[in-house]
């Protein structure tokens, strides 16, 4: 073993493991005629212990498709998902999932879709609802504990989702899409709720968007993948915004302007193949 | 339309009807009438005899002569006479209700079992789809042989019937839980036991409860086609009996009642079914 190596080694070691770390991931999807679909290919990826990072792409490149690697939903083809430096296998319990679809129990009021994160865990029912309650207040949903989610709007119920999640305290957070299907608006409202709920703890977070601006009004890090079939990570990019930020009112600033410039032009010959794919 | 004149129209279409029955019926028209007494009997001597069924509980239906005896209310086995129309309407709802239950709970239970285990649900999926297919009538003969003519036969045939509503319910309800719902329960943290109390119960539940109103009547329809084939209670006897005597008053003077009985209980299956699909959509909800 070279010294170089051997540095490098205990270098590795004594430096604070990623939250999460993709290494050499690569996901083939198995297809009709025994043939398989190359969704992701050679995907190295760091997400560090407080860092909030986006991951940007065209749509149907595999944005999903990862995150359920980092969740441990889906097994990668090759390579490996470190969790703080243990390889995963399963579930990843240190996670919290927010996925794309609406997937709180439509048969629970809001508070008992809380609850139930804690008290499958063992918590005393009553204690449950109690931090249920306080964990609904804190994303603005205080009076709406006994409804069911058919009764509440799209945004509400990502609330739900989100209190949902937060509430077990995961040291990861897996973010889809979580605001894309609600109005401009109401996706600004809840960016910011994110960033004041995030502002907390600071726990490793990885958010999925399509919107390039949301992407860099939120996050530390934006990471660009390309078009599929093989999409991989294109580009990285920091974002040196200062925070606290305003998610809406970061998007006057000139320096915001000049990152989504930058991002964007990298971004759009990969939308552009998207659809070209469609197209074609 | 509000209430009121929804109300007033169904209870025209009512009245239409029973018109035009006691027109044909009572008034000659050229002499004939076009629906003779021996055949259709009128709406006035059919409301005459149920109001006396119930009213007198001593005048019963065709032969059936003895007073009431609540300490023999259910003893089924006594033959017609001593039963009033009151023991036989309790004699149908206890075999509905037992069809009703045992049927359930065999559906809910083998529904989930196969929804659990894809190879087993494989195996088995023909034989599943040949009972199915076999009209339930042809058993009642059988059920008679094995299990003689007191309830358990007539329980037995309303099992069969309910027994495949709630079975393909419940299966389709497991298999069909969202798989987001389910992802997002194991991320959760939930463990197989956690998953089955919170995600495939309640959703199976509710699919099954969606088709409450047709298990419910089937269950009815069980019993009363049972105990017309032979038995020695019930509606479907009563009716039976009258049939025998050429009585037509005492057919349509059962049948509404069967009808009226099967109306009231529909209307506690709404009842239940409002209290336990709160968290459903109004649209999903009233469907039956
Ligand atoms: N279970 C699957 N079987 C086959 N192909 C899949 C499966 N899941 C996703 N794909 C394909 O993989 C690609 C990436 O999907 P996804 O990760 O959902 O994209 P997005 O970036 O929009 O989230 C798409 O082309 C999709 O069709
Ligand atoms: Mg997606």
């Given at each position: ?34 043939a ?17 990072v ?18 441990g ?30 997937a709180?129990m ?15 865990a ?39 989702g ?15 899409e ?52 093989s ?17 809406s ?32 | ?26 008034v ?16 006035a001597?059919?409301a ?49 209700l ?22 087993l ?9 040949m009972?199915?297919?076999l009209?339930?009538?042809?058993l ?11 309830i ?29 719902i389910l ?21 199976a539940?509710?699919w ?6 047709t298990s ?16 020695a ?56």
């Amino acid at each position: 073993m070279s010294d170089r190596q051997a540095e490098r080694e205990t270098a590795a070691q004594h430096a604070p493991a990623a939250a999460i770390s993709f290494d050499g991931v690569a996901i083939d999807f198995p297809v009709a005629g025994g043939a398989s679909y190359p969704a992701v290919t050679r995907t190295d990826l760091k997400v560090g212990a407080h860092e909030f990072v986006a991951i940007v792409g065209p749509t149907g490149c595999g944005k999903s498709t990862l995150l359920n690697v980092a969740a441990g939903l889906l097994a990668p083809s090759t390579g490996q998902t470190l969790v703080f430096g243990a390889p995963l296998v399963g579930l990843n319990r240190s996670a919290g999932y927010l996925f794309q679809q609406d997937a709180v129990m439509p048969w629970k009021t809001a508070r008992d879709n809380v609850a139930i994160s804690l008290e499958i865990a063992g918590t005393a029912r009553a204690e449950a609802l109690e931090r249920a309650q306080g964990w609904l207040k804190r994303v603005g949903l205080s009076a709406f504990g006994d409804r069911y989610p058919h009764q509440l709007s799209g945004g509400q119920r990502k609330r739900v989702g989100l209190a949902q999640v937060l509430i077990r305290d995961p040291k990861v957070l897996l973010m889809d899409e979580p605001f894309g299907p609600l109005d401009a608006q109401t996706r600004q409202i809840m960016g910011n709720l994110l960033l004041d709920l995030w502002a907390l703890d600071r726990k490793a977070v990885l958010f999925v968007t399509h919107d390039l601006e949301e992407a860099i009004a939120l996050s530390d890090r934006v990471v660009i993948m390309s078009a599929g079939p093989s999409a991989r990570i294109i580009g990285d990019h920091a974002i040196d915004l200062e925070r606290p930020r305003d998610a809406s009112e970061v998007r006057l600033l000139p320096r915001f302007h000049e990152l989504h410039k930058a991002i964007w032009g990298q971004l759009r010959a990969e939308v552009l193949k998207a659809y070209g794919e469609d197209a074609g | 339309m509000n209430r009121v004149t929804l109300l007033l129209l169904q209870a025209l279409v009512a009245v239409v009807a029973i018109g035009i029955w006691h027109i044909g019926s009572s008034v000659p028209i050229g002499g004939t009438y076009f629906l003779p007494k021996f055949f259709f009997s009128t709406p006035a001597d059919v409301a005459t005899r149920v109001w006396t069924l119930f009213a007198d509980g001593t005048v019963k239906i065709a032969t059936c002569t003895e007073p009431i005896d609540l300490t023999r209310l259910i003893n089924i086995s006594a033959p017609c006479f001593g039963k009033t129309v009151w023991q036989h309407l309790l004699i149908t709802l206890i075999e509905g209700l037992l069809a009703f239950a045992i049927g359930a709970a065999a559906g809910v239970a083998i529904g989930f079992w196969l929804a659990r285990h894809p190879l087993l649900s494989a195996i088995f999926d023909p034989y599943i789809k040949m009972l199915n297919a076999l009209p339930r009538v042809v058993l009642a003969p059988i059920f008679l042989l094995w299990l003689g003519l007191g309830i358990w036969s007539k329980v037995a045939l309303g099992v069969t019937l309910v027994f495949f509503i709630v079975f393909f319910n419940v299966y389709q309800g497991v298999k069909e839980v969202s798989p987001a719902i389910l992802a997002n329960a194991r991320m959760l943290g939930m463990n197989e036991r956690q998953l089955f109390r919170n995600v495939y119960w309640p959703s199976a539940l509710s699919w099954m409860f969606s088709s409450l109103h047709t298990s419910v009547g089937f269950a009815i329809i069980g019993a009363v086609v049972g105990e017309y084939l032979g038995s020695a209670a019930g509606l479907g006897y009563m009716i039976q009996q009258a049939e025998g005597t050429f009585d037509t008053t005492g057919v349509f003077a059962g049948m509404v009642i069967l009808a009226v009985f099967v109306l009231i209980i529909d209307w506690f299956v709404t009842l239940i079914e409002r209290r336990l699909l709160v968290w459903r959509p109004p649209s999903a909800a009233g469907q039956g």
